[in-house]
């Protein structure tokens, strides 16, 4: 049984909780308590696997209470409860919750909102990976690209559309921005799956905030073990996964989602790297000596992958259901049903074509599939296609280079 604990400094916004929820007593071992240092006695006295809270506390307020449950009880999800939507509040609170949740909350979203999270821990095998990818409040970001988004929102003549274009660069500044504008703090009718479009929707002065301000977005800290170029080769294949999904023939109506889930696909590889990096280097030696990938040797080592560890962070951050699914399976598609080319077929496909230009970037075009991938394409039934998706990732990146 999920056990989920719920802080307030209200008695009575407690008692409308229990009361909201009193047909989930079966399934939810839920506990409530009445403050931040109630909430962290209770925490001491037996483990969570979700903490609800409050934003505004007297004495220890709702981030200060999510900053130590994410310190001290890492694998416990973290989501805010709260009636006001202050962009200063959202500052504070972005390093520290999963999610955000506006007051007054139906029981439907509260329900909805809980069995994902629930959902998405039973995702990782481990504990420990799941305690790790817990204490995550950011992602590092390369140091130029930062340097350039410092500038950019210290220019009182750049754009917002420049700003856009920094940001959309990197995957730890796209998936913050996008965990971001779609939280109850912004208060949007429906999600955002645009990284260009939630920086918009956010603006200049908040952007500013999230890079000079607050913890949200940080660099790369150097590591003899991970060199630079390595962190720059996972941004370069994101960027190029994404390119190369945008012109393939995907639905119209889904066409954002896939483009965002492609950019974002290895953003567990990040987690890795800055998370576990003697684990990360060792899968990178495992990978190398065997001539495996490096999805292979993660699940040899650790029981799961990047996939998946990826999948688990941005689903708690609050990312679209059918991007979750496609970065999760994203080395291995036909895990999951679809209906037809799908987002999750389309990452897939851009994921393989992006790796043929990293490593033939002059002749992919005469790279051969592996067994595995022509079997997959095979049961995705879109063998016979493969070449027309390659000549569309031939062209799209023929035209970024010339420019």
Same mark, same amino acid.
């Given at each position: 049984m ?6 307030d400094d209200?008695? =009575?916004?407690?008692?409308?909780i229990r009361?909201?929820?009193? /047909?989930? $007593?079966?399934?939810?071992d839920m506990?409530f308590?009445?403050?931040?240092e109630?909430a962290l006695?209770?925490?001491e ?5 979700v903490?609800i ?15 130590h ?7 416990a999800a ?6 006001y939507?202050?962009a200063?509040l959202a ?5 520290v /919750?999963?999610r955000?949740?506006? =007051?007054?909350?139906?029981a439907s979203?509260l329900?909805?909102?809980?069995? $994902?999270?629930?959902t ?8 420990q990976i799941?305690q ?7 992602l590092?970001?390369?140091?130029r ?6 500038r950019?929102?210290?220019d009182?003549d ?10 959309g660069q990197?995957?730890?500044m796209s998936a913050k921005?996008l ?11 429906q =999600?955002?799956?645009?990284?260009q %479009?939630?920086?918009g929707?956010l ?5 500013k905030?999230?890079?000079? /301000? %607050?913890?949200?977005f940080r660099?790369f800290?150097?590591d003899?073990?991970?060199?630079q ?8 294949? *994101?960027q ?13 109506k889904t ?6 889930a *492609?950019l974002?696909h290895?953003i567990?590889t ?5 998370k576990?990096?003697?684990?990360f280097?060792s899968?990178? #030696?495992?990978?190398?000596e $065997?001539?495996c990938s %490096?999805?292979?040797a993660e ?5 799961? #992958? ?5 999948a688990?962070l941005?689903?708690?951050?609050g ?14 598609p036909? $895990?999951i ?8 077929a389309?990452?897939?496909v851009?994921?393989?074509l992006a790796?043929?230009l990293?490593?033939h970037?002059e002749?992919?075009a ?6 595995s991938?022509?079997?997959?394409l095979q ?18 990146c023929d035209? =970024?280079?010339?420019?």
């Amino acid at each position: 049984m999920k056990r989920i604990l719920f802080v307030d400094d209200e008695t =009575k916004i407690l008692d409308g909780i229990r009361r909201m929820l009193y /047909a989930d $007593r079966k399934r939810w071992d839920m506990q409530f308590a009445l403050g931040g240092e109630a909430a962290l006695q209770a925490c001491e006295q037996g483990s969570f696997d979700v903490v609800i809270s409050d934003m505004r506390m007297p004495g220890m307020d709702g981030a200060t209470l999510l900053s130590h449950i994410r310190d001290r009880f890492p694998s416990a999800a973290r989501i805010v409860l709260s009636g006001y939507s202050e962009a200063a509040l959202a500052n504070r609170a972005v390093p520290v /919750a999963h999610r955000f949740l506006a =007051k007054p909350c139906n029981a439907s979203e509260l329900q909805s909102t809980i069995e $994902r999270v629930c959902t998405l821990q039973d995702l990782l095998s481990t504990a420990q990976i799941r305690q790790i990818v817990g204490t995550v409040g950011e992602l590092p970001s390369l140091s130029r690209t930062y340097t350039s988004l410092t500038r950019a929102v210290s220019d009182p003549d750049a754009s917002i559309s420049q700003v856009a274009n920094i940001v959309g660069q990197d995957l730890a500044m796209s998936a913050k921005v996008l965990q971001l504008v779609n939280t109850a703090f912004f208060g949007l009718a429906q =999600k955002v799956t645009n990284v260009q %479009s939630a920086v918009g929707y956010l603006g200049m002065e908040t952007v500013k905030n999230l890079t000079l /301000a %607050s913890e949200a977005f940080r660099v790369f800290p150097p590591d003899s073990r991970i060199p630079q170029a390595v962190c720059e080769s996972i941004q370069l294949h *994101a960027q190029r996964t994404a390119a190369i999904a945008a012109v393939l023939p995907v639905d119209a109506k889904t066409r954002d989602i896939t483009v965002v889930a *492609a950019l974002l696909h290895d953003i567990g590889t990040l987690i890795l790297a800055s998370k576990m990096p003697n684990e990360f280097c060792s899968a990178r #030696s495992i990978a190398t000596e $065997r001539g495996c990938s %490096s999805f292979e040797a993660e699940q040899e080592l650790f029981g799961t #992958s990047h996939a998946e560890i990826g999948a688990y962070l941005l689903g708690l951050w609050g990312l679209s259901d059918l991007a979750i699914e496609a970065i999760a399976h994203h080395h291995h598609p036909t $895990r999951i049903p679809h209906s037809g080319f799908d987002v999750a077929a389309a990452v897939y496909v851009a994921d393989v074509l992006a790796h043929e230009l990293d490593t033939h970037p002059e002749d992919s075009a005469g790279s051969e599939l592996g067994d595995s991938d022509r079997a997959c394409l095979q049961t995705l039934g879109i063998l016979d296609r493969f070449a027309e998706f390659r000549e569309l990732a031939l062209q799209v990146c023929d035209v =970024k280079a010339a420019l």
